[in-house]
Nanobody
Framework: HVQLVESGGGSVQAGGSLRLTCKTT????????VAWFRQVPGKEREGVAT???????NYADSVKGRFTISRDKTKNTVDLEMNSLKPEDTAIYYC??????????????????RGQGTQVTVS
């Protein structure tokens, strides 16, 4: 049974930091891409960061230099460290995973597994 569970969301003032964690169960690490994406109601989904099975990372331009994605294969977690947060970072943040779809923001809608999301509010 595959499950992705996000945690770590909350409210923070602009300039602050949050760390999100995606706990994965039931999927392997090798060859699995994990992505963080965010969505504001009424707006399009936005890919934030990805990490593939080899540890290669990719970031949206809007978060480069502020967000860091990291993977701990021993704990089966993928974290998103978010610094210098801005009000425009406010969204529901989701993690998604795939072992069959190539790692890339454009492919995230096709990822076969997704968590329930965690709210991040920056004021």
């Amino acid at each position: 049974h595959v499950q992705l569970v996000e945690s770590g969301g909350g409210s923070v003032q602009a300039g602050g930091s949050l760390r999100l964690t995606c706990k994965t169960t039931g999927i392997g690490n090798t060859g699995t891409c994990v992505a963080w994406f965010r969505q504001v109601p009424g707006k399009e989904r936005e890919g934030v960061a990805t990490v593939d099975g080899s540890g290669r990372t990719n970031y949206a331009d809007s978060v480069k230099g502020r967000f860091t994605i990291s993977r701990d294969k021993t704990k089966n977690t993928v974290d998103l460290e978010m610094n210098s947060l801005k009000p425009e970072d406010t969204a529901i943040y989701y993690c998604a995973a795939s072992s069959i779809v190539p790692c890339g923001f454009g492919n995230v809608p096709r990822f076969e597994f997704r968590g329930q999301g965690t709210q991040v509010t920056v004021s």
